[in-house]
């Protein structure tokens, strides 16, 4: 089966002559390498996920992201799935990662593998999901960019729930607030033991420095997707010029408030406010409630940047013209522009998978 070389490009309509077009290609390890997951995760077929089913899962993933470009996508390469235990449990994960991942627990993937999905099924499917996720806000993004979303007056978008249990599931001590502190990451499903990678396999590990840890490991059990899936990061955080990397750090601790992920907005609000010197924004950010306003006490510029990075953080994604407007008022270029959406998008990815395949813990 083929797919077009440059699929978000197609389903935004992105003129080759734009500047849209120009910041893609200057962003092109991030262009590539989103496109990259997309053609590993359909372009494998093994009996732990096959084929058929995670076009049709992608399918109606994308539907319930209000992408109707990218569910026309997969749809027309969907063939029918009976209906049974296993594709039930798998739609039943689905809808959780994509409208409430916070709400997962190691139950979800308990009935997964008792419907009969492989450790490897589980993390490809976790990864499906929130791959769709990633996609689905970045084509919302890209056709924001374009001007083909209609205008209006977006909601204000406000802080999640977070986990409360003071425990983990191995009986750890479990944060209950945000914060900037290192924080340790146990797996509900057993990440695979570094002996059983070929060499070549641990070569790729130890390049991007995932050996010792269990998160990516974990996701190892289908290693070229994390390879692609890497890369992409890289490509949307580790480059010069742009949004400046603090803002793109900030954008991936907005989603995580947004999503209530604890762990991924300790790395990144460490992080941003390490870069950007503002440690009191960072923590007033870290400090909102659940159904407060993301954007209080900060200064214009960063208010606008999280306004966008919110608004496509929620689901389905909804940002507006006038939060574009806005940015370019504070400066904003269309490069710096896609380098938020595509930070912000990218955590759509991160959280559902740090949400639903574990959980934090406390170090110390």
Not at 2 to 24: K, N, Q, V
Not at 142 to 156: C, K, V, W
Not at 160 to 184: D, I, M, N, S
Not at 269 to 295: F, Y
Request: hydrophobic share 40%.
């Amino acid at each position: 089966m083929t797919y077009p070389t440059d699929l978000l490009a197609e389903l935004a309509d992105i003129d080759p002559a734009s500047e849209l077009a120009s910041a893609r290609a200057t962003r092109d390890a991030a262009t590539r390498h989103a496109q990259g997951s997309h053609d590993v995760l359909f372009g494998q077929d093994d009996d732990d996920f096959p084929l058929s089913e995670r076009i049709a899962l992608a399918a109606k993933v994308a539907e319930w992201h209000g992408q109707p470009a990218l569910h026309s996508h997969y749809a027309h390469h969907a063939q029918p799935v009976s209906a049974s235990p296993r594709s039930e449990a798998a739609q039943a994960f689905a809808h959780l990662l994509t409208f409430e991942p916070v709400a997962a627990t190691p139950d979800a993937i308990g009935r997964l593998r008792e419907a009969g999905w492989s450790e490897r099924g589980v993390v490809t499917l976790a990864q499906l999901v929130a791959f769709v996720s990633f996609q689905s806000r970045l084509l919302a993004g890209l056709r924001l960019l374009q001007g083909n979303n209609a205008d209006g007056r977006a909601p204000e978008v406000t802080a999640g729930r977070w986990h409360t249990a003071p425990q983990t599931a191995e009986g750890k001590t479990a944060p209950v607030r945000f914060t900037r502190e290192e924080l340790g990451w146990e797996p509900w499903l057993a990440a695979k033991p570094l002996a059983a990678f070929s060499t070549d396999e641990q070569a790729t590990l130890a390049r991007f420095g995932h050996t010792d840890s269990d998160y990516f490991r974990l996701l190892g059990r289908n290693l070229p997707l994390l390879e692609q899936r890497t890369l992409t990061d890289k490509g949307i955080f580790y480059t010069t010029g742009g949004l400046p990397r603090a803002e793109r750090e900030l954008a991936a601790t907005v989603a995580s408030k947004v999503n209530g992920c604890i762990y991924c907005a300790s790395v990144h609000a460490r992080k941003a406010g390490q870069l950007s010197k503002n440690e009191t924004a960072i923590e007033n950010l870290l400090n909102v409630q659940p159904g407060a306003s993301l954007s209080q006490h900060q200064s214009p510029r960063w208010a606008a940047v999280i306004a966008l990075a919110a608004s496509l953080s929620v689901t389905p994604p909804a940002p507006t013209q006038k939060q574009v407007s806005d940015l370019r008022a504070e400066g904003l270029e269309t490069l710096d522009l896609l380098d938020l959406i595509q930070s912000a998008a990218f955590f759509a990815w991160a959280n559902r998978l740090m949400l639903t395949l574990g959980e934090p813990f406390e170090r110390g």
